[in-house]
Structures are given as C-alpha cells and as structure tokens.
C-alpha cells in the first residue's frame, strides 16, 4: 500500500451537506495513496455484501466532472457519511493506515463539532441574561454542556437517566458525602461546645 504523509487539514478532507458531514471515495483514494477504481471496487463489493438499510444510507454514487488534460470527463464517485467510510476502510492494515484513519475520524468529528455549533444560515450560541427590572444588566455565553436551574430542580436532573455520566454521578456523590460529613462534625463540634 503505498500511503501518503497527511497533508490534508480536517476541513478538505470531510465536508458539511446539509445536516451530514462526508467525505468523497475520490479524497479516500487520494488520501491513503490508492487507485480511485480500487477504491471504488471495494466500494462495490460493499454494496452488493452489506445490507441495502446500510449502504443506501451511507453511500451515495454521483458523477463529477474532471479535466483530463483539455477535455472533460465525467467520473464516477461516492459520497460517504463516516459510518460509510468506517465500514470501507476497515480492511486497511498498518501503522501507517492506523494513522490515517484516526486522522480522517478526527476529522469527521471536528465537522461534526462545527456543524453541532451551527444552525444554517446563523451562528448558535447560547446565552444567559440577567434581568433587573425589566431590563437586561449581564449577559454571559454559556456552553452546550452548561445548564442554569434551580436548587429544588437539581435532584430531579440528577435522577434523571443519561443526563450526567458515570464519572460526573461518582463525583457529583463524593462531594456531597464530603460536605455531609463536614456538616455533622459541626454539628457535633456545636453540640459538644453548647
């Protein structure tokens, strides 16, 4: 397999259509220094092996032109979603192959993450206000992994299944077992002085 070094940046090699990010069977053979029509066999071998739900999903065949010297022709591609282009280059074997997958998930998230941020055609940002008085006095913006509620709220989001990881429940307990115990030993510290 003759792979190339990366040379490409995450925004040319996966692209935001619509509310999917893909990239191109085209940018696939370019990127792990393959044939185009190898890649596309694969591509074919895919959609007749795996099932329709899947590949329909994940595939899309479309012509581009390309400049071929003066002439133009067209040429065959597919679009693929990353879960598409996860099942195609699951055969791809090597260090170097390694490497250029998690470059090309990486990527993938990154589109991912910008189209996450975004609500076409205007940028999403959340925001809190405070009002005094009928009038605005501050404003902050706030992350996507940011919440405000109030206090008597708090337990019902905890409750709440999938709301909060594992990790954040665990530290979530541990802080309040260490302010429980900080309480009743000034309870007792008070109790004993009293």
């Not at 092996?49 to 329909?56: C, I, K, L, R, Y």
């Not at 996450?116 to 008085?133: A, D, I, K, V």
């Not at 706030?142 to 709220?153: A, C």
């Amino acid at each position: 397999m003759n792979l190339q070094q990366p040379k490409n940046t995450p925004a040319q090699l996966v692209f935001i259509n619509g509310q999917q990010t893909i990239t191109s069977s085209l940018i696939v053979a370019d990127y792990f220094g393959k044939m185009h029509k190898n890649v596309l066999r694969k591509i074919e071998e895919i959609l007749v092996e795996a099932p329709s739900e899947f590949t329909s999903a994940h595939f899309r065949a479309n012509v581009q032109n390309q400049q071929v010297g003066t002439a133009t022709r067209d040429l065959k591609c597919y679009q693929l979603t990353k879960d598409g282009f996860m099942f195609l280059v699951m055969g791809f074997t090597g260090a170097k192959a390694a490497e250029l997958k998690i470059n090309f998930i990486n990527a993938f998230n990154e589109a991912q993450a910008r189209l996450s941020r975004t609500q076409s055609p205007f940028e999403r940002q959340r925001m809190l206000f405070t009002w005094e008085g009928g009038k605005i006095v501050s404003s902050q913006p706030i992350d996507d992994d940011q919440f405000v509620t109030r206090r008597d709220k708090l337990v019902n989001y905890i409750r709440e299944p999938r709301f909060l990881s594992l990790e954040q429940l665990i530290e979530i307990s541990e802080a309040a077992n260490q302010q429980i115990a900080c309480i009743a030993r000034i309870g007792r510290e008070q109790a004993r002085l009293g």
